[in-house]
RNA sequence: CCGCCCAUAGCUCAAUUGGAUAGAGCAACGGACUUCUAAUCCGUAGGUUGGAGGUUCGAGUCCUCCUGGGCGGGCCA
């Protein structure tokens, strides 16, 4: 709708162009239609004639008189109005919004597609939390942000790949398989040492528990040295597909699972820093190769590849992003936690560097969360085994609730989740308000069968009948589902859908007090049944788009 | 010392990307179940958008400075 309106407009701007009563102008991208936030001023608003004074040299509100008398009855307007300042406003007819719900209906789960991706290619890459530990609660948000994000952009018309990256090479993976190995012996009644650069958490105890059952004492004459390799490889299996185990359950899907060791394995970091060195922009130092960032917009050049020979991680993300871009993405999406946010300059340094536009990639940086039980704040930290897991939180608060807290907040904003609240308090989460109304809808559903009625085929149901002005506005916020969904894809902001369905599961519960839906007049209740079955469905659309269920019933 | 992020109602957060009179939920107070689910609804109250300037038709949103909080600034990841 918006673009009907933008696109009739700049239509009667060239018209009008034509007949000479305005100077040839570009028309400016900047002009928008919005949505007034007063009913009072219309449907949809348009800011042309503001921000066309300026360059036309010429009052605004002239300007959109103009405006207003070319476009005629272009379209089926109920009116259009200056006010203010110079705004149009346009007011659509009822019957234009009755008729919307038929088209809404034809769509049925399509509802809320649209072609503003234009078949983009995207490669989204999120939780990619090292296999050390299991996942605690800020990888759930980051899970839940990245893949909601997926779910919006195949909505909006981009191709999506999600994918996660295994960091499963470098010291953290040797101390891994150190820690299982110094609580096998533990295991065996050995008293040993525990270093501080040990994982600390009982999970390694388990995984060591493991191997005693399975392999009894045969490592435990064998040195470190002799076995670190096994128990690295058991450890990080084993992490893995628990990780692997609490996305599924979290409804998190990945389609590429990136390992790290691949890209030492096929050489392809080296060969990348050969590449760059040949491009002259590589150099060595105090024993060490560096990558000449600086040139690309970073602050200070970075190590590549350390005295000791061994290459630095962000070597491995330089190769990781260069494969990325080779294997033809348009956009790329990296989710981290703030934390990282040092780390933007570089990454994009290196994407400068083989001559793509940064912007290319866009990174979302997720603010950490705050976990707070009994009042207090729990510190976090995986190596010290101190967490929440994010599977702890599923099981006390479930899947819901905890995905829609998540897809409740713009990322970067900092998030405080209040585990007693979410645990014994869950009533008070959004999520129920929202799954709430699709319950009832469904339950009007059940009750419409006793009594006889079913769902009314399109040519049976008189739509005009739906006149009470919190039909109307219901049909209105329906109708912006397509382009709530293309906001939040465009802006990589997910959030934005779990307010428009919270908005909307209101105007519902709202109407369901004030009126029935199966009622006494037959006609009237058939095309009531409608409105439900639409709003149903816009519902259900929505809460798919956050991985929310839409239950039956409550 | 330098850089990035945040600051909006008592609390948790929005605000269509610079639009018109800044909105929801929770908490507080007062009401509504004989009718499709009260996990709901109606009403009341709650604000100098941290502070000061600037840009313009128009600023919570943009620019500068200040205050307060978070996070970074390694040949760690």
Redo the contacts with the bound molecule.
Sequence with gaps: MKRRIKKAIEEAYKELVKKKRFPDDDVPSSH?I?????E???DY?S?FA??M??RLKMPPRKIAQEIVSALGDSLDFEKIEI???G?L?FFISDTFWQNSLNNIRDLGEHFGSSDAGAGKRVLVEFVSA?PTGPLHVGHGRGAAVGDSLCRVLKKAGFQVESEYYI?DV???MNNLGKSVYLRYKEAFGERVDFPDDCYKGDYIKDIAEGVKREFGDEFLKKDLSECLDFFTKRAVDEIFSGIKEDLREFRVNFDNWFSERTLHESGLIERTIEELKERGLIYE????LWFKTSEFGDEKD??VK???G?L???AADIAYHRQKIQRGYDLLVDIWG??????VPRVKAAIKAFGKDEDILKVLLI??VNLIEGGKLKAMSTRAGEFVTLREVIDDVGVDATRFIFL???C?????FDLDLAKTQ???N?V??VQ?AH??L???F??AKDRGFELPNKDEADLSLLNAPEEIKIMKVLNQFPEVVE?AAL?L?P??IS?YL?ELA?LL??Y???????GDDPLLTKARLVLAHVIKIVLKNGLELLGVEAPE??
């Design positions: 928008l919005s949505i007034p936030k007063q009072q001023h219309g608003a800011n503001m921000v004074a300026s006010a203010g300042p705004f406003n090292n960091n470098g010291n953290q130092k105090e024993g060490a970075r190590v350390r005295s000791n061994i630095t991680y962000f703030a934390d990282h946010h040092g780390y603010q950490l409740t907040r713009k970067d904003s900092h998030l405080d869950s009533q008070e959004p129920y308000y709430y319950a009832r469904e339950s009007v059940r009750m906001g802006n902001e959030h934005r307010y919270t209101g519960h709202k369901y007090t004030r009126y029935r839906f199966i019933r409550m």
